[in-house]
């Protein structure tokens, strides 16, 4: 633009100056003493009158026209404006040619020539034709952008290169009405490739009176494609925000909804209608607002805000949502905000609950007193319990147990020892359990534990543990005082059992040597009676009696003792017993007895045991006997046998409608030589219950009396399936 002489003026949209050329320069300082200078208006430079007709003329023919300005008496200012294309194809600014021509000279040939080049060289394919369609002359962009030559073109007709549509008959018929049309229609290249193009035609008379056509073609290839992108990205934006599964809306700078999609319009709760009518800070819940307005107006000066807040729908219905909200740019000005809303609620819900989980949890673990402890694969700690980091660590808090390896607390040896240990349970994957250990604490105190380890993986396949350690001292501690104390039991029990085999020794000497001498005193004392009764007074009778029933009793007072001194001393060998035909054959043994008192007898239903028999008859013998011995005077002895099956034993039961035990001496019954009533009331030596007592321990069951007194009593003792 330099090198050319013409005067051209390079201008934008705003009729701001670009660039000049040094021609112009000089004919703007000669003609309108100004200076030129870049973003300087048209108006500064050409008087009101050129300005104002400039601009109209610039925007009726969007930058393309051929005009002439009065300029002064003499003079008109003639100003040829086309428009400039980048590489593209795309209008970057617009190109001004100045020229003074005389009013009587317009059309003089180095007018002509001037015009001429300016067309020559302008970026726009420029026709000039008969209106009826010939070509008369087109410039090179023309053969540029179609492909054509001159000569070429002189042999087309208007349809060659323009697509024959309703468009252009539209266009033409315009045309022909106003002289004059401006229209996108379809152009043809050589090549048949059809391309969009913008077409401004204007008819005018030439100096013979003749009218031609001048055409002015732009191809607008390149902003159409940038339209159709532009649309898709419209359209793939709408898509994005009417089904996006989001809440997605925008509201302006005073909150008012302007637009939103199915999903906010549901968190709003209302009709669309409602929704519009809506502003969305009412929305938030109260405790929310104030934070929420101070992010929304940040958003609204060009930030990018994320935040949560609750949202209360018209209806009520409260949510938690995850909200985005960003600026809304229109012409380079902030007009509203966008925003993105995530309803999070279930979300919150699972995290809240999460978070009283793991409370829950921590609160559990802190309160166990044992020590737990979770390493990494780098035997680091990442968790920890109160016992772990308090009482063994001898730390404040697990903050400050975390992150530390066995080397941090530990001698080096068993430090490395202890890492090995857990080395060999992440990988091989098998647990310990209940392995016995000796650990010492932060003060060196020794302890007795229990340790498990547990291997697990977390995260991205990453191995750990965790490790469970009991402090068993205190257990160990009672287990050798309970050890120690077995070994003086069992020293005890040997001496006593020693002492008691002594004892029963001893009674059965005792006994079975006694009864010789009572015999013969017994013995002697029957001769003295039948020899000398005769001989003798009362008192000596009386006294031969005494003597002879002292010795009686005494007798039996040693067979009592023997046969209590034997029970659980004889082999017997474990027998199938029918007990019901044992208490039979008990029965058969007492029927003098039994029908002496007319005694009523009820068997049920009684098992069969693999017992010892005879210690079982004598138990059978002396409760029997017992029931009939205490019977009451005033009714019929009434005696039942029965059993009754539990879990691992049977029940036996001996019921009698007899006196009866006072409450106070229904332990003492089975004491030994402990009796209840006097011999002259009843015979005995209170050693039979004794022995059914010994009998039963014998068989590693339980003897008891439900009794009430004057009405009978109930004798159970129990014998053990497996004997």
Excluded at 456 to 469: A, E, H, T
Excluded at 537 to 564: C, N, P, S, V
Aim: contains cysteine; negative net charge.
């Amino acid at each position: 633009m330099k090198k050319c002489t013409t005067p051209v003026l390079k201008i934008n949209e705003a009729y701001k100056i670009l660039t000049w050329n040094s021609s112009a320069e000089n004919f703007v300082r000669e003609n309108f003493n100004k200076r030129l200078a870049t973003q300087l208006g048209i108006s500064k430079v050409f008087s009101s009158e050129i300005s104002k007709r400039f601009k109209s003329d610039f925007t009726s023919g969007e930058g393309i026209f051929h005009k002439l300005y009065s300029f002064s008496e003499s003079e008109n200012l003639k100003i040829l404006c086309s428009p400039c294309l980048n590489e593209n194809g795309d209008v970057e600014a617009f190109s001004i040619c100045l020229e003074l021509v005389d009013k009587n000279d317009a059309v003089s040939p180095e007018n002509i020539i001037q015009a001429k080049n300016v067309v020559e060289n302008s970026s726009l394919a420029i026709f000039l034709s008969d209106p009826n369609g010939p070509v008369i002359e087109v410039n090179k962009a023309a053969c540029r952008m179609f492909g054509y030559t001159f000569e070429e073109f002189k042999r087309l007709s208007r349809e060659d290169i323009i697509l024959k549509n309703a468009n252009l008959k539209n266009a033409l018929n315009q045309r022909n009405l106003v002289g004059e049309l401006r229209h996108e229609l379809t152009g043809i290249k050589k090549n048949g490739e059809n391309f969009p193009c913008e077409v401004h035609s204007v008819i005018y008379t030439n100096h013979n009176g003749e009218q031609r056509t001048s055409t002015a073609i732009i191809d607008i290839s390149a902003r159409k494609n940038q339209e159709i992108i532009a649309e898709n990205s419209m359209q793939a934006f709408q898509s994005l925000f009417d089904y996006n599964p989001d809440a997605v809306y925008s509201f302006d700078l005073k909150g008012n909804f302007i637009d939103f999609n199915e999903t906010a319009l549901e968190f709003i709760e209302g009709t669309k209608e409602n929704a519009k009518a809506a502003n969305f800070l009412p929305l938030i819940a109260p405790e929310d607002r104030e934070r929420v307005l101070n992010i929304s107006l940040k958003a609204a000066s060009g930030e990018i805000q994320r935040y949560q807040t609750n949202f209360i729908g018209l209806k009520g219905t409260r949510r938690v949502l995850d909200v985005t909200n960003f600026p809304i740019y229109v012409n380079r000005k902030i007009t509203g905000v966008y925003g993105i809303a995530k309803d999070i609620t279930r979300q919150v819900e699972i995290e809240q609950k999460l978070r009283e989980e793991r409370n829950m949890f921590r609160a559990i673990i802190d309160y166990i007193p044992d020590h737990i402890f979770v390493v990494n694969q780098y035997h680091e700690i990442i968790l920890t319990n109160y016992a772990f980091y308090n009482n063994y660590l001898g730390t404040e808090t697990e903050e400050n147990s975390l992150g530390l390896t066995p080397k941090d607390f530990f001698p080096e040896q068993e430090a490395l020892e202890i890492i090995d240990d857990n080395t060999w349970v992440m990988n091989s994957g098998v647990p310990i359990i209940n392995r016995e250990d000796i650990i010492s604490d932060f003060n060196d105190k020794i302890d007795y534990t229990l340790l498990t380890k547990v291997p697990f993986k977390f995260g991205d396949n990453k191995k750990g543990l965790v490790g469970i350690s009991r402090n068993i001292t205190e257990i160990k501690q009672k287990e050798e005082a309970l050890e120690l104390l077995n070994r003086e039991l069992k020293k005890h029990t040997e001496e006593l059992a020693l002492s008691n085999k002594e004892l029963e020794q001893f009674a059965y000497i005792a006994s079975h040597d006694l009864q010789e001498p009572l015999r013969m005193v017994t013995s002697f004392l029957t001769q003295l009676k039948k020899k000398y009764s005769d001989q003798l007074d009362e008192k000596a009778q009386q006294y031969i009696y005494f003597a002879h029933d002292g010795a009686t009793r005494m007798r039996q007072i040693i067979l009592d003792l023997l046969e209590y001194s034997r029970v659980g001393r004889g082999e017997y060998q474990v027998v199938e017993v029918n007990t019901k035909d044992l208490v039979s054959e008990v029965l058969l043994l007492q029927k003098r007895c039994i029908e002496a008192q007319n005694a009523e007898i009820k068997l049920g239903e009684l098992p069969d045991l693999k017992v010892e028999e005879l210690p079982l008859k004598q138990l059978f013998s002396n409760l029997i006997g017992n029931a009939l011995k205490y019977h009451s005077k005033d009714r019929r002895p009434v005696i039942e046998i029965s059993a009754e099956e539990k879990d691992v034993y049977w029940e036996f039961k001996i019921n009698d409608n007899g006196i009866g035990i006072e409450e106070e001496f229904k332990e003492k019954i089975f004491v030994i030589f402990q009796r209840l009533h006097h011999r002259d009331e009843y015979e005995g030596t209170g050693i039979g219950l004794a022995i059914c007592k010994k009998i039963v321990d014998h068989f590693g069951g339980e003897i008891w009396v439900e009794s009430a007194y004057g009405k009978g009593s109930s004798f159970y003792f129990t014998i053990p399936k497996q004997f």
